[in-house]
Structures are given as C-alpha cells and as structure tokens.
C-alpha cells in the first residue's frame, strides 16, 4: 500500500531564508507526483507536476525534484516571502495510471515578515 | 467561465436527512473525484469516476452514492446525513493524459447538526 509522508508537519521561518519540504513515498512505481498548496479555508492549488521518467520542474521560485528510487521529493522555496505562507501538500498518483491521488498529510509553513 | 465548480460552497443540514453536493468542470476531463478532508486525516478518497457511466469507490465509501451520467459533472449524494460526515468537501478532476495534473474545485463545507 502506498503511503506518502511529508516532513516536518510545520516550520517557521523568517523572511528571504530559503527552504526545503520533503515528501517520501513508499512504492517507487509511481505515474506522476503533484504539489500542492492550501491556503486556510481554501481549496487546493497545483504549484508543479513532476512525471516519473522527470528529475525535476521549476515555476518561478519554487523547485521540485523527484528521486524514484529512493521514494523521495523535495519542494524548494527559495527567497521565502509572507505570501508563502500556507499548506504545502504532496500527491502521488499511482502507476497504471488509476488516476487516484494519495497525499501526505501536509507540511504547514509560516514566513515571518 | 472554464473551470471546475462546487455547489453549494457551505451547507447546514440535520441527521439522516439527504443532501447533494453538487461539481462540474468544462473541460471534459475523463477521470473525476470526490475527496474529503479532516483535522487529522488528510484527504480522503470517497468516490472516482473514469468516465461518464464508470464510478469506483474510493478509500471511504460508506454513506455516499454518486453518478456521472455526464462527462462534466459528478454529484456525491448522502443519503442520509450523519455527524460524522461533517467535513469539507472537494471534487477534482483530471484528463486521461500524464502532461497534466489535478484540478481542484473550491470546496462545500458540509455540517450534520
């Protein structure tokens, strides 16, 4: 059974200072993986889509890599701004492509002005 | 407008009545999904859908039906309410391609007095 683990579960950090989330998996056979982020209230929002044969994919600040054989992703923020502040959640969709989403259970993340 | 539409955003509704949340997205994306999330749980799967006519249970089922008699859209009906089925609610929908990820709807907060 797959199951996805996002650490640490919460972080503060200051403004500007660079940062890593992690997200590990269990089962390596993995279709693609997702991060999202859920600000209070909210509903979710796609940041990147990393597909499995991919080493990593950017947008702007932010910076995904995946490492299949290890079972492990990294979201690095870099230049962390208030506004980053939020719910950082990691999603694994399943080879054979079933199309279902197993997320981790989120790392909370503060930027302090 | 294109997207993915959840109704109604917040609902009230008494034990053991039936009540219907309703989602609809515009970009005819094969694979649909009702998640529900919870302090301490994370996001659950309750119900996916492949295609119109195709639904599969997720990893919480009980309590719920759904349907896709079409493409764009999957109503999650309770058939009759509990407390315990008080949570926020969120559909998501993805096309049948791994160059695209999840979308996700806004979310129904649902509460079973």
């Known amino acids: 059974k797959q199951e996805v683990t996002q650490i640490p579960a919460a972080l503060s950090v200051p403004e500007g200072e660079n940062l890593v989330l992690n997200c590990s998996f269990t089962?390596?056979?993995?279709?693609?993986l997702q991060w999202f982020r859920q600000d209070p209230g909210k509903g979710l929002t796609s940041l990147l889509l990393i597909q499995s044969s991919q080493r990593e994919q950017t947008s702007g600040r932010l910076n995904a890599s995946l490492d299949k054989s290890s079972g492990r992703s990294t979201l690095y923020i870099a230049a962390s701004q208030p506004g980053d502040s939020a719910t950082y959640l990691c999603a694994v969709i399943r080879a054979g492509n079933t199309g279902k989403l197993i997320f981790g259970q989120g790392t909370t993340l503060q930027v302090k002005p | 407008d294109a997207g993915i539409t959840q109704s109604p955003r917040y609902k009230i509704t008494e034990t053991g009545r039936q009540v219907t949340l309703m989602c609809h997205q515009t970009w005819s994306h094969s694979y649909m999904f009702w998640y529900r999330q919870d302090l301490g749980h994370g996001l659950r799967l309750i119900y996916y859908s492949a295609a119109a006519d195709i639904t599969d249970k997720g990893e919480v089922p009980d309590g719920y039906v759904v349907s896709r008699s079409k493409t764009e859209n999957f109503p999650l009906t309770l058939e009759s309410a509990t407390r315990s089925q008080t949570s926020v609610y969120f559909c998501?929908?993805?096309?049948?391609?791994?160059?695209?990820?999840?979308?996700f709807g806004s979310g129904t907060r649902l509460t079973v007095v």
């Open positions: 089962d390596s056979a993995i279709y693609n």
């Open positions: 998501a929908s993805k096309s049948a391609d791994r160059f695209h990820g999840y979308t």
